[in-house]
């Protein structure tokens, strides 16, 4: 294992997220339908109600609340709450597959230097929010001693080669 002072608990990636829902049947159809994760097999000894889905390099654990009645619901949609974000190729195709979808979002946008990211906001059945975004228009730049990066492999290779032309010109 390599060692880094960055890393101190040696973490490769983000493996899943667990979502306690209302409804897993519900929170199936809604993962698989509008974000195109797929149901993988979870393991048989579990002696509690879930499913596992899997997509965008990501696991998605869902698990029956055992009250669900007593699960808070939201209604507005915040995009400073918690949330997790998926990048998409097409803003405008989100948008419009969720107004046929007939799915309340709310849009944002970001400027940076410049770089503008659009946000598209809406919650799953449970009131959890998502997050689609062209988020990787806007660098990584770390706050001190690393190189700049890129959410995306494109730019990331645009971002290189502009920091090499700064060397050379310095």
């Known amino acids: 294992m390599k060692e880094s ?9 983000l493996n899943h997220i667990s979502l306690v829902c209302r409804s897993v049947e519900e929170s199936m ?8 994760f797929v149901p993988i097999r979870r393991p048989g000894s579990f002696d509690f109600n879930g499913a596992w889905l899997f997509g965008h390099g990501i696991g998605i654990h869902l698990l029956q609340s055992e009250n669900p009645e007593n699960l808070p619901k939201k209604k507005e949609i915040n995009p ?17 597959k969720l107004k046929e979808m007939e799915i309340e979002h709310v849009r944002a946008m970001v400027e940076e230097g410049g770089i503008y990211v659009e946000q598209m906001f809406f919650h799953d059945p ?10 990787d228009n806007l660098p990584v730049i770390p ?6 990066r890129s959410c995306s492999r494109v730019n990331l290779q645009v971002l290189q080669r502009q920091q090499i032309q700064q060397v050379v010109q310095q």
């Not at 002072?5 to 990636?13: D, E, M, Q, T, W």
């Not at 159809?29 to 195109?36: A, D, E, R, S």
């Not at 400073?80 to 419009?96: L, P, Y």
């Open 5 to 13: 002072v960055g890393n101190p608990l040696h973490l490769k990636s």
């Open 29 to 36: 159809n809604f993962y698989q339908n509008v974000l195109g």
């Open 80 to 96: 400073k709450d918690n949330h997790i974000s998926f990048q998409c190729e097409s803003m405008g195709a989100v948008e419009k």
């Open 126 to 135: 449970d009131g959890f929010m998502i997050e689609i975004c062209n988020c």
């Open 143 to 148: 706050l001190a001693g690393e190189m700049v």
